[in-house]
């Protein structure tokens, strides 16, 4: 069966096709990294008009590269929610038109979703039941996953998400948005050692996490000295060393309370190397494997949205015209395919 997925929770713009024979036909990502880069940040109303210019356009490149006519798919799957409630619109509501011109399924998907099955894309896949990291721009998690729909949350952030203490970090340091990329490079140059951050919340039990007080920490430090290049390093530094040495902490603790002998990192941070080569370490202290999507599948894409459709598509129940978008929805309510 052949899936068009399309994305449209954020700031990017993504649409592919998916094979659920073939794999992956083509993907292809507009990002409106430029367009937000004067705010600081996402602004709504922005990010929903400019998916309405790219979306359409977007999708006819992808079918064309994929070598598909609309009369070959078989479903549409769109990205409804969680997300800004204007974008996700733009998305539900084009996927939705198209699969009722088409005369096919249109499935909703759950964004963390998609990013939590992104490694299946990979020839290197996990089979159910693993552990995942879900570590993105506005979610940190520990799910436990025993099938397709079946998340157990085990536990969350209390406050700021991973990718958002990046992106915030970043921004005081004076650096690019997004943080995540910017910090990463920057702490290239960074004197090992020169600060310590507290690693949050492993002091105590559980497998929940706090971040906001990292950006704070950060803050501090910074306040002591001019910002120059090499402090700039130093914190930048000294900031990922935390965070990834806290989630690995994290990760090693819901390893032991699961029993999962396989993990999947997944979402923006899960393209962060030194998370991926603390991993690597902790895979050498234990029997266990760990997958990731490739980079580029680690931040918003239509591929995962699409992969997710060609799983659920089977289970839809019959269509109505009606549809909604849920900017809050939680991954464990899904129902399991
Ligand atoms: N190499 C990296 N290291 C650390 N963080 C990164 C890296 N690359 C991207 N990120 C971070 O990943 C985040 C974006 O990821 P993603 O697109 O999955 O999030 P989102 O879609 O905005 O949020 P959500 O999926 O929770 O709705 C940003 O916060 C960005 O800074
Ligand atoms: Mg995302």
């Known amino acids: 069966m052949i899936i068009l ?65 609309p009369a070959q798919i078989n479903g549409v799957a769109y990205t409804a929610g969680p997300g800004l409630a204007g974008a996700l619109l733009v998305g539900a509501s084009l996927g939705r038109s198209l699969a009722w011109a088409w005369n096919v399924p249109a499935i909703d998907i759950h ?15 996990p089979e159910f039941p693993f552990l995942a990291l879900l570590v993105s721009g506005g979610h940190t998690m520990l799910v436990d996953v025993s099938g397709v729909g079946r998340y157990d949350i085990l536990g969350s952030t209390l406050d700021d998400a991973i990718g958002e203490a ?6 005081l340091l004076g650096l690019e948005y997004p943080g995540g990329p910017s910090i990463a490079k920057a702490a290239e140059h960074g004197n090992l050692g020169q600060f310590r951050f507290p690693r949050p919340m492993t ?7 706090s971040f906001s007080g990292l950006k704070t920490y950060a803050r501090n430090t910074v306040a002591e000295g001019d910002l120059d290049d090499q402090l700039v390093a130093d914190v930048a530094w000294a900031f990922q060393d935390a965070a990834v040495d806290t989630l690995v ?3 090693r603790r819901a390893l032991e309370v699961t029993g999962h002998d396989q993990m ?8 962060n190397s030194e998370l991926r080569r603390r991993m690597a370490d902790v895979a050498t202290t234990r029997p266990i494997s760990v997958f990731y999507p490739r980079p580029e599948l680690c931040t ?3 591929a995962m949205i699409a992969y997710a459709g060609g799983l659920r598509l ?10 909604t978008v849920r900017p809050r929805w939680s991954l464990s309510s899904l129902g399991a395919v």
Request: one cysteine or more.
């Open 5 to 69: 997925g399309i994305e449209t929770s954020c700031d990017d713009t993504g649409v592919a096709v998916y094979d659920t024979d073939a794999g992956l036909r083509a993907h292809a990502l507009a990002s409106q990294v430029e367009l937000h880069q004067p705010y600081g940040g996402i602004v709504p109303e922005l990010a929903a008009r400019d998916h309405i210019q790219t979306l359409r356009p977007l999708i006819m490149e992808v079918l064309i590269r994929a070598k598909v006519k």
């Open 111 to 125: 964004h963390m979703e998609g990013h939590l099955l992104s490694p299946m894309l990979e020839p290197n896949r």
């Open 166 to 171: 990046f992106d915030k970090t970043a921004k």
């Open 203 to 209: 002091d105590r039990p559980g497998l929940d996490f």
């Open 249 to 251: 902490i994290k990760c």
């Open 264 to 271: 999947v990192i997944a979402g923006g941070v899960g393209a």
């Open 300 to 302: 918003d894409n239509g």
């Open 314 to 323: 089977k289970s839809m129940a019959k269509d109505s015209l009606d549809f």
